[in-house]
């Protein structure tokens, strides 16, 4: 991938900056709901939807009863739901000509606000480098990674490294993979998917989540409330 020294991408940082964001705005945030995306078209989804409130996923449902419904609140799937925001465990799936809706605190939150870029596009570890050539194809006026953070209202570091990472591979810039995987790890975000005690949280979701460049989907907002995949070779 030859890089684009002409765009030089601006990071943003949370709800608040999915409202800023403009031209290509790359939604990132890695544990999960980016991640939960990805291995969901991964998977064989025809498509993921993705709903802000709670009460617009459940009418979705009520209204479209062969579609599934996935996501978290607190961290816990809500009542009626067919599954949580687990990543690792939505790749195990057979979803293939399904349809997903996945309502998340933090990253549907951000594809939803971002009412002012171009395109919206899901970006993780996962496809950072499938993200990072379509923006240099593209060669956009304006690239906007917006790091979702803590329920879209703290940073969050998977988020901020992730962030730079895209960054880095869009502008030439060098990144040491194993460091920021060490560096992660240590973090108290990914230390409390370690506790075996809490059944919350998966290990699963942090070792898949951290799998660089395992995908060459993008996942693509068409405008409409949709998730599409929009590459995999």
Same mark, same amino acid.
Do not use: A, H, N
């Given at each position: 991938m030859q890089s684009v020294k002409s765009v030089d991408p601006i990071i943003y940082h949370c709800i608040s900056g999915s409202r800023e964001a403009r031209g290509i705005a790359v939604i990132i945030d890695v544990f999960r709901a980016s991640s939960t995306i990805v291995a969901a078209l991964g998977a064989g989804a025809e498509r993921v939807i993705p709903v802000g409130e709670l009460d617009e996923a459940y009418e979705l449902r009520r209204r479209n009863p062969e579609f599934l419904l996935f996501g978290e609140r607190g961290c816990l799937p809500p009542e009626g739901f067919d599954g949580g925001n687990s990543p690792a465990a939505m790749a195990r799936m057979d979803l293939h000509g399904k349809t997903v809706i996945l309502t998340t605190s933090s990253g549907t939150q951000g594809i939803v606000s971002a009412v002012h870029a171009d395109e919206i596009v899901i970006g993780c570890f996962l496809n950072a480098r499938a993200v990072a050539d379509r923006i240099v194809k593209a060669r956009p006026r304006e690239v906007s990674l917006v790091a979702m953070g803590v329920a879209g209202v703290s940073p969050a570091l998977e988020d901020e490294l992730c962030a730079r990472y895209i960054r880095a591979?869009?502008?030439g810039g060098q990144v040491d993979i194993e460091d920021v995987r060490a #560096?992660?790890? #240590?973090?108290?975000e990914a230390l409390k998917f370690l506790e075996r005690s809490n059944p919350v949280y998966s290990l699963d979701d942090v070792e898949f989540c951290l799998r660089m460049n395992a995908y060459s989907i993008v996942p693509v907002f068409d405008g409409h409330s949709l998730m599409m995949k929009?590459?995999?070779?």
């Open positions: 591979l869009c502008t #560096k992660i790890m #240590k973090d108290p929009e590459s995999q070779e």
